[in-house]
């Protein structure tokens, strides 16, 4: 994604995003619950998984995964993994089953993670960041069981 989307409108959007996740009562957006997020020996953020009821598409899945993010210098270390198999669990003990992500198609490296734990690519849309359209592709996981495992 281009530097000036990243630093320009989208910064300013996903502030506003985050202050409504963090900040929404009963935890989240739907009552979901509030983002994981991972934390380092150091007590440190290095991780988060942000995720609520399936945005604006076609698609009904029981919930999304909006943003999954691993500090660079613990990539490799399990902790995506372990992030989204936490958010698996949470909502699976709200009796949920299916979980939708789309991730830019260009992002090679999360692509072979979401093929790695299991995803399966159903749908590809182009998307509008901050006024600039990037084509994604959407992973389905039909049953979240798949990511305890
Ligand atoms: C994608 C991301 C969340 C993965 O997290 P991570 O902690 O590095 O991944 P893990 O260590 O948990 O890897 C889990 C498995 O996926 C595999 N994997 C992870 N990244 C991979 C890659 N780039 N290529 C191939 N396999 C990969 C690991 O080898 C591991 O397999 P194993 O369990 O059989 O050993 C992390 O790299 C990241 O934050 N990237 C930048 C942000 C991003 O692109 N987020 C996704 C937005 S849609």
């Known amino acids: 994604m281009p530097d000036s989307v990243l630093d320009g409108p989208l910064l ?23 983002p994981w997020l991972a934390v380092g020996p150091t007590g440190k953020v290095i991780g988060f998984s942000a995720f609520g009821p399936v945005r604006g598409s076609s698609w009904e899945h029981d919930a999304e995964i909006y943003a999954l993010y691993v500090d660079t210098d613990w990539r490799g270390h399990g902790i995506g993994r372990a992030l989204v198999r936490q958010t698996a669990q949470g909502l699976m003990a709200q009796h949920r089953r299916s979980l939708l ?17 299991g995803g399966k690519v159903i749908d590809r849309e182009a998307h509008c960041f901050g006024g600039v359209w990037l084509p994604e592709v959407a992973y389905e996981w039909r049953d979240m069981a798949l990511l305890l495992e």
Request: overall charge positive; glycine content about 18%; cysteine-free.
């Open 12 to 34: 300013e959007d996903h502030r506003v995003l985050w202050r409504r996740m963090l900040g929404a009562r009963g935890g989240g957006f739907g009552d979901m619950g509030f």
């Open 101 to 117: 992500l789309w991730a830019l198609e260009g992002n090679s490296k999360a692509r072979a993670f979401y093929d790695r734990i």
